[in-house]
């Protein structure tokens, strides 16, 4: 049913952040949708506000109504709300230890990724990042030449790869499935075509994973 | 001139303030410093509210009061929005993750 | 005298060279508001055929229009065309037109500066288009990140024309910003205190100060990039005790206060125009200047904002996600004290009132998406996206746009002096309204089904065609609107009838005078009791034009006065200059200086450096006088003492606010340096710089030594002496501090190797630089005594020297003491 309603909603895509697969990114879309509520209504205030203002007959209103109610008060509630909010889910999606946190690392150059796994030292994969689904995965992330970003937008936000630096970003898939990652910092002439896939196996597909199979 | 630098004064000291906390909080990161760091930043945090407060004082008390009730109001008005900021924008080093 | 006969008495001191050669010599501010106006506009139309092409090349996927080479550049040039050569140069454009009219004073502060802007952004703005004309346009997207634009990633030129081109550019913004502090500071009507000026001279002011503390970062980007690039100093290669992350924070230290620069002066117009439209006053002026005051600080520390995805610990990305949130507020008290203005008043629906109408849906649209974007979590999705292009094209439009097409149907009637007859404007607006939301409205949501900014084109299979297709049609529509803007404005200066005085009923100065202005404004000096002067007094136009006003009987000179800045009382008679091509002149060698950097022919450099010294001692020289000026009689049993006769004269208070520009550039380099040694991976250095006690002792008693003569020769002077000994013995202690910062540079290690050798040469170079500044000074200083243009009653210079004096001296000592102590702990 809900699949449905996104579907007609034109929500459903490869790229989706509004189709998310994992619980960042269902938490980022929440976060969209209470904002987007929001925007619409105070949107709706304002345009009524300078219609109403055409009219023949205004009751007179002081100006410190308009100063320190609508254009203090009032934003300075929403906003601390919403910042609120913000920092709250900001803190619940840092990377804390965990028992189960599987590691791997991407590595970004000049147009394609290169992906390493602490469980399985030596190997490299191309192009395709392996993970477990239903785990969070941390994945360490640098640049070999110029900055990228590493997003994969249906499980989670992006994070840079900047070179000289390792950045952590902490995602998981609910379920087995591919999805689409971007690089989403503009490197050059092969930015456009420069993505790569994620694939979340089932707990049994990643214990072959971690024996040698590399596809 | 006067009247311009009581009119700029108090968000010039929360700009100050703002980009030192940030700065001091850069440091504590970049060079891994473990000696009480979240001492350090609620206690950069409460320094600058009380800087704020002396400025907003000072910008109220009769003897450094503008002679022009309009910079009177423009400046005590800039005051409150030192401390708003000052509360506002660093409330943070209380509350969020500060190394991750 | 009747109104007649002054008017042609003080055309002849006033009028600019007829024809097309006035506009090489003029320094009239009517002339260069009214250049700047349609140069800025010539850039727009080619930016926006930039993002038509744009439009095309994403309007189906696969397209072949636009090759990525090709395309990258297109929306490079977009963007960097919008934001240097067309925002900010309108909003100076306005400002120098408008300012001194609405401040009811003759012209800006210093009339040769503002020609000399002028050229430089006439010259650097066709740099930037001969890239494109060439095909080496720069193509790293207009905040041109490194690595992505070192020399290794970035080999061709492309890259260097948008450093060195929009570092000439900035030269403009940065004469500019000094000139409109000094105007509205010092140059305003008898009686216009700061609570009695024009709101929009409030927010011009504000912004000034933001140009002069926005743009220094990035210059000083530019600069570390440029001599990257050329030299191979590492500022920003992590391999080498540099960081890419350097780079993103001056840039963004400008880029985010950039975008309020643009927006404040637009709010300047609204602020303005509709109250008159409303047939009311401003609702909450004072409030209103509280919050463009704050909106300007806050901007200043939002900048993270732009990386909130750089991988900064959660806490640091919260405070700038905080200031981002908060920044809503001010902004928010603005629209809801115009909206309570509008239900104070009457709001009728003219051409400008529909523009006003356009920004209030499209900017608060942006505001608000804006703060979604404030929201870190959020922003980790949205950030390189669509989404992000659709926010900052409904601000930018929206905020800036509409007021200036608002602004440009209110005031033509002023600039060129006919009726209105505006047949086509509604169909216009209507065009460019509908035109851009269809544009960019839906663009949002293929931000967030994952479209990335700067993609040259998508596949089918992304589900983004419709939208895309759909966007730029409407980019279309837009065209059309504005060609039909374009028509209208010509065929209106063209041919309209001429029109009366003052068409909207408004009471601000502007309308106080004939139309199209005169080369002098204002006949004689209105005395300002109240912030809507005509309104107070309908009759003052036929007043000042009889000569009732201060300055009413024309001489040989261009006279105008200034007062005090905070009661408007008059204080100095100041004497301008005339027409000269001196301005265009150190523009075109400024601008070889510049193209030397770029086409890499240094010997030219040092030659190009001579030629501006040489030209900037002949501008300064030729306002001297061989003997003293008695007060000045202004009207009304006034006298005012000449500028050149006080401390804090006109020049004084520019090269204040340029040494505030240069103390942010400093202070800028500073961070830079902090940065790189406690965050930037690869550090410590391997070699510390060696110090040596002797050169740090000998500069800072250089610098002291220098700060005392100074000191000295202006009391000498003020008791009538000649202070030649002192002016000499500040050239040699300069002289001494100029041998130990050439020294540091001489000595600093293996610059080529490491960040830490490279600024502590930057360091030096910049200490280098302004030390033979001073002694240049301190040699002019010397020439004007030698030659009699000095007296008790003719001293501002010293002043002026003590300034820059002061200056070098905390900056050398400070630079000295930065070297050999990092040598010594380290």
């Known amino acids: ?53 055409f009219r023949k007959r205004k009751g007179a209103i002081a100006d410190r109504f308009w100063v320190l109610i609508l254009g203090i008060a009032f934003p300075v509630t929403v906003l601390l709300a919403l910042l609120g909010y913000g920092l709250f889910v900001g803190e619940r999606l840092l990377q804390r230890q965990g028992a189960d946190v599987v590691r791997v690392a991407a590595e970004g150059r000049q147009w394609d990724w290169q992906f390493s796994y602490d469980d399985l030292p030596g190997q490299t994969t191309a192009g395709v990042l392996h993970i477990p689904a239903g785990q969070p995965v941390d994945v360490a992330i640098t640049s070999a030449d110029v900055v990228h970003s590493f997003w994969v937008p249906r499980l989670a936000g992006k994070m840079d790869a900047i070179p000289g630096r390792v950045n952590v970003l902490r995602i998981e898939a609910d379920t087995p499935g591919t999805f689409r990652g971007l690089s989403s910092e503009f490197s050059g002439r092969g930015y456009d075509n420069f993505t790569f896939d994620v694939v979340a196996h089932d707990a049994a597909d990643w214990t072959l994973f971690l024996q040698g199979e590399t596809e | 001139m006067t009247d311009v630098l009581r009119i700029l004064i108090a968000p010039l000291v929360w700009l100050a303030a703002f980009s030192a906390v940030y700065g001091v909080h850069g440091v504590i990161c970049g060079q891994g410093i473990e000696t009480m760091p979240r001492a350090l930043l609620v206690g950069a945090f409460i320094l600058t509210i009380g800087l704020q407060v002396a400025v907003l004082a000072a910008l109220y008390a009769p003897r450094f009061a503008s002679p022009s009730p309009f910079v009177r109001f423009v400046s005590q008005a800039t005051g409150w929005v030192g401390l708003v900021a000052a509360v506002w924008t660093l409330f943070p080093t209380t509350v969020t993750t500060y190394c991750m | 005298m009747n109104a007649l006969q002054r008017h042609r008495k003080l055309d002849l001191v006033w009028a600019s060279q007829p024809g097309f050669r006035g ?10 508001g009214r250049l700047f106006l349609v140069t800025a506009f010539f850039f727009f139309l080619i930016g926006g055929l930039l993002a038509m092409l744009i439009r095309t090349q994403l309007a189906t996927p696969g397209s072949a229009f636009a090759g990525p080479e090709i395309y990258n550049q297109i929306f490079t040039m977009h963007g960097t ?30 009339p040769r ?13 066709a740099m930037l288009l001969a890239s494109m004309v060439l095909g080496i346009a720069p193509d790293g997207g207009w905040f041109m990140y490194p690595p992505l634009t070192s020399s290794i990633y970035s080999p061709g030129i492309n890259t260097d024309f948008w450093l060195i081109g929009i570092t000439f550019v900035e030269i403009s913004a940065i004469a500019a910003a000094v000139e409109i502090t000094v105007t509205i500071l010092k140059y305003r009507a008898p009686g216009m205190s700061l609570d009695k000026m024009p709101i929009f001279a409030w927010y011009a002011l504000v912004t000034a100060l933001m140009i002069l503390t926005g743009f220094p970062p990035l210059i000083l980007g530019s600069v570390l ?8 100093l590492p500022f920003f290669q992590a391999d080498l005790g540099g960081d890419s992350l350097l780079w993103q924070h001056l840039f963004w230290l400008f880029g985010h206060p950039e975008v309020y620069i643009i927006f404040l002066p637009a709010a300047g117009v609204i602020s303005t125009v509709l109250p008159v439209m409303c047939r009311t006053t401003l609702l909450g002026y004072g409030w209103i200047v509280a919050a463009a005051v704050a ?17 900064i610990p959660h806490m640091g990305l919260a405070f700038f996600s905080a200031a981002s949130t908060l920044v809503a507020v001010p902004t928010g008290v603005q629209i809801f004290a115009w909206i309570g203005t509008m239900w104070k008043g009457r709001p009728e629906l003219h051409l400008p009132m529909l523009h006003l109408l356009g920004f209030f849906v499209t900017f608060v649209i942006g505001g608000l998406t804006g703060v979604m974007v404030a929201v870190v979590p959020f922003d980790w999705q949205a950030h390189d996206t669509a989404f992000i292009t659709a926010h900052l094209h409904y601000v930018l439009f929206g905020g800036f746009v509409f007021p200036m097409l608002a602004g440009i149907y209110y005031w033509l009637p002023h600039v060129t002096g006919r009726k209105r007859n505006f047949r086509l404007g509604e169909l216009a607006f209507v065009l460019i309204f509908t035109g851009f939301h269809v544009t960019f409205l839906a663009m949002h949501w293929i931000g967030l089904m994952g479209q990335r900014r700067r993609i040259s084109t998508y596949l089918p299979e992304d589900g983004w065609t419709t939208i895309n297709l759909i966007s730029s049609v409407g980019s279309f529509v837009i065209a059309i609107g504005f060609a039909i803007v374009i028509l209208e404005v010509i065929l209106n200066t063209a041919s309209a009838r001429r029109g009366g005085r003052n068409p909207w009923g408004a009471g601000t100065l502007e309308w106080a005078m004939s139309t199209p202005a005169p080369s002098y ?11 809507d002067p005509l309104t107070d007094d309908p009759k003052l136009p036929h007043a000042l034009a009889r000569g009732e006003g201060y300055l009413a009987t024309p001489g040989r000179w261009r006279e105008t006065l200034t007062v005090d800045i905070a009661t408007g009382q008059p204080d100095f008679h100041v004497i301008y200059p005339g027409n000269t091509r001196l301005p265009i002149l150190m523009a075109a060698v400024t601008g070889v200086f510049f193209l030397s950097l770029l086409l890499k022919f240094y010997w030219t450099v040092p030659v190009a450096v001579i030629g501006v010294a040489v030209l900037v001692w002949r501008w300064v020289w030729a306002l001297g006088r061989t003997e003293d000026l008695p007060a000045q009689d202004i009207g009304h049993g006034i006298a005012l003492p000449n500028a050149a006769s006080v401390d804090r004269s006109p020049g004084w208070w520019g090269s204040l606010f340029l040494l505030t520009a240069n103390a942010t550039f400093f202070g800028s380099l500073l961070f830079g340096f902090a940065f790189l040694w406690t965050v930037a991976p690869g550090w410590p250095p391997p070699v510390w710089f060696t110090p040596s006690m002797a050169e740090l002792a000998l500069g800072i008693a250089g610098a002291g030594v220098s700060a005392v003569a100074v000191r000295m020769a202006i009391r000498t002077i003020r008791q009538g002496g000649q202070p030649m000994f002192a002016v000499g013995l500040g050239l040699v202690a300069v002289l001494i501090l100029v041998a130990a910062l050439g020294l540091l540079m001489l000595r600093a290690p293996s610059p080529d190797q490491h960040a830490y050798g490279a600024t502590l040469l930057v ?61 010594v702990t380290a």
């Open chain 1, 1 to 53: 049913m809900g699949s449905t309603v996104l579907t007609l909603n034109g929500c459903v895509g490869a790229l989706s952040t509004v189709d998310p697969a994992g619980p960042a990114a269902r938490t980022i879309a929440t976060l969209w949708w209470v904002m987007l509520t929001g925007a619409i209504m105070i949107f709706a205030l304002v345009v009524i506000l300078v219609a109403a203002s």
């Open chain 3, 23 to 32: 506009w090489f010599s003029s320094v009239n501010h009517t002339d260069l």
């Open chain 3, 81 to 110: 065309i919008m934001m240097f050569l067309f925002a900010i140069p309108t909003f100076e454009g306005l400002a120098i037109y408008l300012l001194p009219k609405i401040l009811g004073t003759r012209d800006l502060a210093f």
């Open chain 3, 113 to 125: 500066l503002t020609a000399y802007g002028y050229w430089c952004y006439v010259f650097g703005g």
């Open chain 3, 225 to 232: 990039l440029e001599l990257e690039r050329a030299f191979g």
């Open chain 3, 295 to 311: 909106l300007a600080f806050l901007s200043f520390g939002l900048w993270v904002h732009h990386m909130f995805t750089t991988g």
């Open chain 3, 521 to 531: 404004n204002f006949a004689s000096l209105p005395h300002v009791t109240g912030r």
């Open chain 3, 763 to 823: 360091l030096g170079g910049y200490g280098l630089f302004h030390a033979c500044l001073t002694a240049l000074m301190f040699a002019f200083l010397a020439a004007r005594i030698s030659r009699g243009f000095t007296s008790a009653a003719r001293r501002a210079e010293f002043a002026i020297v003590r300034l820059w004096v002061d200056y070098l001296a905390i900056v050398g000592i400070f630079i000295l003491l930065m070297a050999h102590l990092t040598g």
